[in-house]
């Protein structure tokens, strides 16, 4: 194995703080947001580039109009659809209530605040119904299950983060018959005719989980601007350095790595591939070898039906329970299917290696990842260095070396 450094476009906000003042400053809220209001923010469970301070800089903005800004947990059904398990998410997150310096109120209680041109019944946090506004501060990226022009931003947080785990269910079994795309759309559209949605925070981060892009957004141009900034986060994906492989071996997954634990963007499997061909371009892994969960992921292991070989490791850290919530909720429940595994890595690459094709095991194309976020460096096998189809720049840092496996005959992790 040879241990490579890639290179991908850095694009970076020093400081955050500033540009979340002035991405706000902006919209001149004032003109909407009086003293006294009440303004609920939404903090989600994904592990964001800054988001503590992200929050309290927003939160530190509205106090300066005179507001009274909180916030709610908007992670739909995560922390095993509870409102103390979802307050614990964002703690473990640094989002606390003395960090960000306002109260966190959590609640799974849901108002049904209208009705999309469909038909659908359209669900709300009951505290954030409450509230005179609501400020949605979100991530616009890749969806993991999902392909289109708008996927994963404010308007999937409005829908299923603020629809808490009831919003969560009924929205993913609508979705089994009906594009995310329009649904996404059309209950946007109702939250922003039934809902006080004050304004957007949309953040994007570079390949480097960096906070690359701040920018406040006004309700009536969520749809339009998330779908250039889709753009512009799809051009800043981290991604493997060859579009096909033998075998990835991904040392961790975990829902603070990717709500699918691992991200599909990067893996190239997609639930949505079920039903459409994937568009040009998507990875393609052979194989793919998960050893073990994210400390931060509490034992969710959401996804891990996406690889084909697992570790007995990781099998004994799940909390089945919590995996098979996340996954039914998300009417995915292949999502939480355990895949063939065995007590090392040996063993695991043994038995990986023997189903490749033609190629012999020492001409596999092997990658090893620490996880889906973090690819700055990776371990390629020899014949990788050969390929000619490669997805990024990359500088070799060191001779090859064998895999090396400790007495028990495990890997070490990157």
Do not use: W
């Amino acid at each position: 194995m040879v241990r490579i450094r890639q290179h991908f476009e850095r694009p970076q906000i020093t400081d955050v703080s500033a540009a979340v003042a002035s991405a706000l400053e902006a919209l001149d809220l004032g003109r909407r947001i009086k003293p006294g209001h009440a303004v609920a923010l939404t903090a989600g469970s994904r592990g964001i580039a800054n988001i503590p301070l992200v929050l309290r800089s927003t939160a530190d903005f509205l106090k300066k109009l005179g507001a009274k800004p909180f916030l709610i947990p908007a992670m739909g059904s995560h922390g095993g659809g509870t409102a103390e398990g979802q307050r614990r998410i964002l703690e473990s997150y640094g989002i606390t209530e003395e960090f960000v310096g306002v109260p966190i109120r959590a609640s799974m209680e849901t108002v049904q605040v209208g009705e999309t041109a469909e038909g659908f019944p359209v669900l709300l946090d009951r505290i954030a119904s409450e509230a005179d506004h609501i400020g949605v501060v979100a991530r616009i990226k890749p969806h993991t299950g999902f392909h289109g022009p708008i996927e994963s931003g404010l308007l999937k947080m409005m829908m299923i983060g603020l629809g808490k785990h009831a919003g969560a269910l009924l929205y993913h079994r609508i979705l089994l018959d009906h594009p995310f795309d329009s649904v996404v759309r059309s209950v946007g559209r109702t939250l922003m005719k039934s809902a006080p949605i004050a304004f957007g925070l949309a953040l994007v981060e570079n390949a480097y989980e960096e906070t690359a892009i701040v920018e406040g957004v006004a309700p009536e141009a969520f749809e339009a601007r998330e779908e250039q900034l889709l753009v512009e986060a799809k051009r800043l994906l981290m991604r493997l350095p060859l579009r096909k492989a033998d075998l990835l071996i991904v040392d961790e997954i975990g829902k603070n790595i990717s709500g699918s634990g691992m991200d599909t963007n990067v893996v190239g499997r997609k639930r949505a591939f079920r039903m459409q061909p994937p568009p040009a371009g998507i990875p393609v892994m052979r194989l793919i070898y998960v050893r073990g969960l994210s400390e931060k992921t509490h034992g969710n292991a959401t996804g891990i039906g996406l690889a084909d070989f697992t570790s007995t490791r990781l099998v004994q850290q799940m909390d089945y329970r919590a995996t098979v919530i996340n996954c039914l909720t998300a009417g995915y429940p292949e999502g939480a299917f355990i895949p063939v595994h065995f007590a090392t890595d040996r063993e695991v690459l043994d038995a990986a290696l023997a189903i490749i094709g033609t190629r012999a095991p020492e001409q596999a194309r092997i990658l090893h990842i620490r996880n889906t976020m973090q690819l700055e460096e990776v371990d390629v096998s020899e014949p990788c260095l050969q390929e000619k189809e490669r997805q990024t720049e990359f500088t070799i840092l060191g001779p090859p070396r064998p895999l090396e496996f400790d007495a028990a005959g495990n890997l070490s992790s990157l």
